[in-house]
């Protein structure tokens, strides 16, 4: 059973930090791509951050980029994304997702590259 489950998600002020989690299991292909996507109320789905399998290539949305961080657990079937001076714009249902077939070289924010997705962690910024 094929599975991404988000977590780290909450309530924060304006400037403050968290870090969110996402632990995947049951897949049989080990070599895989692993992005963060967001979305708010009445807005569309926003691609924040992937990370190649290795963890050695990142890319990060130019909305986030210096304020978030993707990275890839020594175990390979973890990502986390580390978010500091959140913004009352950042606030959104934080989703993982697994882009199978990916190269390190050509990471995709595009939410029609990944196959498999979590449930979403909820951040709110007050």
């Known amino acids: 059973h ?47 951050a992937a990370v190649s399998y290795a963890g050695t290539s990142t890319l990060v949305a130019d909305s986030v980029k210096g304020r978030f961080t993707i990275s890839r657990g020594r175990a390979k079937n973890t990502a986390y994304l580390q978010m500091n001076s959140l913004k009352p714009e950042d606030a959104a249902m934080y989703y993982c997702a697994a882009h199978f077939g990916c190269v390190s070289y050509r990471l995709s924010l595009r939410s029609e590259s990944y196959a498999d997705w979590g449930q979403g962690t909820q951040v709110t910024v007050s």
């Open 2 to 48: 094929v599975q991404l489950v988000e977590s780290g998600g909450g309530s924060v002020q304006v400037g403050g930090s968290l870090r969110l989690s996402c632990a995947a299991s049951g897949y049989r292909i080990s070599d895989y791509c692993m992005g963060w996507f967001r979305q708010a109320p009445g807005k569309e789905r926003e691609g924040v």
